[in-house]
């Protein structure tokens, strides 16, 4: 009775584990994202992560290597604009300008 | 290079006297969910604040370690000029940059614990100015705690910001060291090339100098020669 159980429980132990090790494993690399100072740009997103463009220091994300897309906000929606590729245990340096309402991006790295 | 790379290693050793560990990054990796979760759970508790006064502790604690390392790794690529092995050193060395970076980044487990442990901080602190249910004094004793707590994590937390904005110049300085060298490589490559192809030159030279001594012991003499 018990053991369909416990089965089903290691089961779930066992997947839990090998999600956690693809985690462990899963190769990153950075994405430093700075707004060149004097430029006003809209709200940034990269991936799920929101980019506080104020942050003089610019922001530092870990990301999955491959390739990235920066997007703004505008009337809810995100709007692509730049794309890059991340490599393993690699930075990559994107500097944020604006032409007119439209950010820009120039990849450094 | 090597004694650019040494100089940006010590002083970031000197100025940073923290950061990331395996440990953590394995508690990164495997469970950041259930302590933000165990988080939420207990408005009332001081875990996050705790949670993340923790987790800068270890980070401080394993970071002795990987600064001998780094520091051996350095000494390493000075007096080493195998460009192989240099670049075999400059990416182990990005590796562990990498993990200290990974560990500090704006989306890693401590900057994001961090900012919920001020944010729970701040939180407290509005509650209770609004809470009726102690004296002043006390209010007051809860206030100027939570206050201090506030200020302190805040400082934390800018200490990552300063530990984010170094290791990515380290990072940063490292992979055009290690770029540097592997244009190093390829000349070396290209000259290793280069010797066989004249080395091919000569045989090819001296194989075409025998065809013709040889062609000239088999042409039968002209009359008058």
Redesign the interface.
């Known amino acids: 009775m018990m053991r369909p159980l416990l089965a089903g429980a290691a089961g779930v132990g066992v997947a839990v584990l090998a999600l956690?090790l693809t985690?462990?494993r899963e190769d990153?690399?950075?994405v430093?994202i700075k707004v060149v100072p004097g430029f006003v740009v809209p709200p940034l997103v990269l991936g799920s992560?929101r980019i506080?463009t104020t942050?003089s220091?610019?922001?530092?994300?870990?990301e999955r290597v491959g390739t990235a897309t920066l997007a703004y906000e505008r009337f809810g929606e995100r709007v692509p604009f730049c794309e890059f590729a991340v490599r393993k245990?690699?930075?990559v340096?994107i500097a944020v300008t604006a032409f007119g309402r439209d950010p820009r991006c120039k990849v450094q790295? | 290079m090597s004694m650019r790379l040494s100089v940006v290693l010590s002083r970031t050793r000197s100025a940073i006297r923290w950061p990331a560990a395996l440990v953590l990054l394995l508690l990164v990796a495997v469970a950041p969910r259930p302590a933000f979760a165990e988080a939420a759970d207990k408005p009332d508790a001081v875990t996050p604040v705790e949670e993340f006064s923790r987790q800068l502790d270890e980070l401080k604690k394993t970071f002795k370690d990987l600064n001998q390392r780094i520091d051996a790794s350095a000494k390493l690529i000075d007096g080493e000029t195998d460009p192989a092995a240099s670049r075999q050193e400059i990416a182990e060395l990005r590796e562990l940059v990498s993990s200290l970076l990974g560990a500090v980044a704006d989306n890693g487990a401590v900057a994001q614990l961090g900012a919920k442990a001020l944010d729970h901080a701040r939180a407290k602190q509005k509650a209770l100015a609004a809470d009726t249910r102690y004296t002043p004094e006390q209010r007051a004793f809860l206030l100027g705690q939570w206050e201090r707590l506030a200020r302190e994590t805040e400082a934390a937390t800018k200490e990552l910001d300063d530990a984010r904005t170094r290791f990515a110049g380290v990072l940063r300085l490292l992979q055009t060291n290690d770029d540097y060298v592997g244009e190093l490589m390829e000349i070396r490559q290209g000259t290793e090339a280069l010797r066989v192809v004249r080395d091919l030159a000569k045989q090819i030279h001296d194989a075409s100098d025998m065809l013709n001594n040889f062609i000239n012991t088999i042409t039968p003499p002209r009359p008058g020669t």
């Open positions: 956690a985690h462990w990153t690399g950075y430093e992560a506080d942050k220091e610019g922001t530092v994300l870990r245990n690699r930075i340096t790295g």
